[in-house]
């Protein structure tokens, strides 16, 4: 059974760092891509950045230059590194996989419980 779980989050003021992470359990043979989304209250959940299995990256808008994505393969845990946070980041991140490959008996995506992260001015 596929697991995700995050880890990291807090409280932190306008201009701090967090550094989350996401540990990934639960299946063999799948290549993973793998993401972070946020959904602030009232609002829905959105896409922040998400690193493929072929190490390419991409982020939100709002977060290039400030939140940096990576991955330990070994360990199967992913990260998000955030620096400059603003009050407009609080919200709670949530871990996503999307499992692939032939021999995967996984196929799918999957999703974490979710860690929040509250940026006070």
């Known amino acids: 059974q596929v697991h995700l779980v995050e880890s990291g989050g807090g409280s932190v003021q306008a201009g701090g760092s967090l550094r989350l992470s996401c540990a990934a359990s639960?299946?063999?043979?799948?290549?993973?891509?793998m993401s972070w989304y946020r959904q602030a209250p009232g609002k829905e959940r959105e896409f922040v950045s998400a690193?493929?299995?072929?190490?390419?990256?991409r982020y939100a808008d709002s977060v290039k230059g400030r939140f940096t994505i990576s991955q330990d393969n070994p360990k199967n845990t992913l990260y998000l590194q955030m620096n400059s946070l603003k009050p407009e980041d609080t919200a709670m991140y949530y871990c996503?996989?999307?499992?692939?490959?032939?021999?995967?008996?996984?196929?799918?995506?999957?999703w974490g419980q979710g860690t929040q992260v509250t940026v006070s001015s």
């Open positions: 996503r996989t999307r499992l692939r490959g032939g021999y995967c008996s996984d196929v799918g995506a999957y």
């Open positions: 690193i493929d299995s072929n190490g390419s990256t």
């Open positions: 639960g299946y063999t043979y799948c290549s993973a891509d």
